[in-house]
């Protein structure tokens, strides 16, 4: 698979870009652990262009990130162009736009699945992005904005003729937010559209080696994005790719060695933010995901979210070393909700 002249190879793995998730040091820890393309968080073209200090910290970008794209979100056609634009300037691999975010506060202004809504504006803001800058141009979207309105395969052809290197699909609507079950059908569907010439990447419900497996062989897809399943497992990549190759699940990780990779994250983290508290405070999301079906763990999980010191959580963390070092954590069936 390529995106532009960048050679990705066979089914490559995507991390999903995810807002308060897919932070620097995150992110290179997913890529030690088998990710082969990264996205920042998305980025909002209206504060990007009044360069707003926290919008351009999530564009820094590091070579251990690479390939990475910086996505950028928004419904004003002239200030998508310019963030992107901006965004190039940064030096990213790639530029996405997102066409497929649902939540609320973004959809009401128009933007991210917003777009779903309004299709030719969503041709044009496109072959403006792609004209305006050197670098090559992707989108993620959804499967429409409900099930009355699955625009998907028209969605795919329009942004393909305005020049777009790449789409990625998760496959519910807008409506659905994460509920029920992606359609990996649907995205097959684009797949195998023979106007469609891009590289279709498929997303949603990627908990897990075999479920990744299934989801390639329902749709064929040239790539496979992770998101939620790379929370509080981000050697979930690694999994899928020695999956694939032998056949076999590797063994699930000790609860020791699951600490050992969180206070690596950590401590990345406090690296990063330089400050420990609001490393700790940005790593709670992943706390809630690290340990999944240890028995009687909700005083622990509820000690390690409420932590604010790091010599707390430290303590914390010796602790579930003490109690349930031994035991093997059981990612089978982890909830993505």
Request: hydrophobic share 40%; glycine share 6%; proline share 5%.
């Amino acid at each position: 698979m390529k995106i532009g002249s960048i050679e990705l190879g066979e089914t490559p793995l995507f991390l999903s870009p995810m807002e308060d998730v897919t932070y620097k040091p995150f992110r290179h820890i997913c890529k030690q652990h088998g990710a082969d393309v990264m996205y920042t968080e998305f980025v909002s073209s209206e504060a990007l262009i009044r360069e707003v200090d926290k919008t351009r910290q999530k564009m820094e970008l590091f070579e251990a990130d690479r390939p990475i794209a910086i996505q950028v979100y928004g419904s004003n056609i002239d200030s998508m162009v310019r963030a992107a634009i901006a965004a190039e300037e940064f030096q990213p691999d790639f530029i996405d736009i997102n066409y497929g975010c649902p939540m609320k506060k973004i959809v009401n202004k128009g933007a991210g699945s917003g777009m779903l809504q309004d299709l030719d504006k969503m041709q044009k803001m496109t072959a403006e992005i792609v004209k305006a800058v050197s670098l090559p141009v992707t989108a993620k979207t959804r499967l429409g904005w409900d099930d009355d309105s699955l625009v998907i395969q028209e969605v795919a052809e329009r942004l393909q003729d305005v020049g777009i290197a790449a789409l990625a699909i998760h496959g519910r609507t807008r409506k659905q937010l994460y509920t029920g079950e992606a359609d990996w059908n649907r995205i097959a569907e684009v797949k195998n559209n023979p106007r469609i010439n891009i590289p279709i990447i498929g997303n949603g419900d990627i908990n897990g080696p075999e479920k990744a497996l299934a989801c390639l062989k329902q749709s064929g897809v040239d790539g496979l994005m992770v998101g939620r399943g790379s929370i509080g497992r981000p050697w979930i990549f690694n999994e899928i790719k020695h999956y694939f190759k032998t056949g076999q699940l590797l063994p699930p990780p000790t609860v020791a060695e699951v600490v050992h990779r969180l206070r690596d994250q950590l401590q990345q983290s406090i690296d990063w933010k330089a400050n420990e508290r609001s490393a700790i405070l940005m790593m709670r999301r992943h706390f809630a995901k690290f340990f999944p079906g240890l028995p009687d763990f909700r005083t622990h999980r509820i000690k390690l979210l409420q932590a604010v010191e790091l010599t707390d959580l430290q303590q914390i963390l010796n602790e579930i070393v003490e109690h349930y070092g031994h035991l093997r954590v059981d990612y089978t069936n982890v909830s993505l909700k």
